[in-house]
């Protein structure tokens, strides 16, 4: 986890990927936001997890060890299975701090997203980050109960989900709109 804080107040935005283990676009992205030199020049503070779940990339997988969904698990248990455990202790110790969200995904195996948003566009907030991401493609998204953003917007944050490329494929074209977008 990286944290970028200026000494200036304002909103706070978790940047996180690979929720899925298999989903390398965010990561990359994210490693490039890390090093970008603009970061030194920020309003507010910004937390970069470039690796949610830890296991699933190990393993290259999109699942936990015991094929566990962790973007199904939110807000999680501190007693609960595998899955819960980890979705608990990201809840707490990282989105609770959180004002703003933009969670990075790709498509599933064997399938390709087009890089495009997913939101509720009812929340102004949201639209309007959704906005300014600047990808020419914002789907109105049901929100999936035990998702980070379903949970996240309980406790009241806004969030945007990225989609965009393959699972472990590293693509140019989805990578720069997700880092630009951000």
């Avoid at 000494?7 to 676009?25: N, S, Y």
């Amino acid at each position: 986890i990286r944290v970028f804080h200026d000494k200036e107040d304002g909103p706070t935005l978790l940047v996180c990927a690979a929720i899925h283990g298999d989903e390398l676009t965010g990561i990359e992205a994210a490693r490039r936001l890390i090093k970008d030199e603009r970061m030194k020049t920020i309003k507010g503070t910004l937390i970069v997890v470039p690796i949610v779940n830890h296991l699933g990339f190990i393993h290259r997988s999109r699942y936990l060890p015991d094929r566990r969904d962790l973007n199904r698990f939110f807000p999680g248990d501190e007693t609960g299975s595998l899955a819960s455990r980890i979705a608990h202790k990201f809840m707490t110790e990282v989105v609770e701090h959180a004002t703003h969200i933009v969670d990075l995904h790709t498509a599933g195996m064997h399938r390709t997203n087009f890089p495009q948003i997913r939101t509720n566009i009812g929340d102004e907030e949201n639209l309007a980050m959704a906005k300014a991401f600047g990808l020419p493609m914002v789907l109105n998204s049901e929100l999936i109960e035990g998702s980070l953003r379903y949970s996240a917007g309980q406790l009241g944050k806004h969030a945007i989900t990225f989609e965009g490329g393959e699972a472990l494929r590293l693509r140019e074209d989805y990578i720069k709109p997700a880092f630009q977008g951000v």
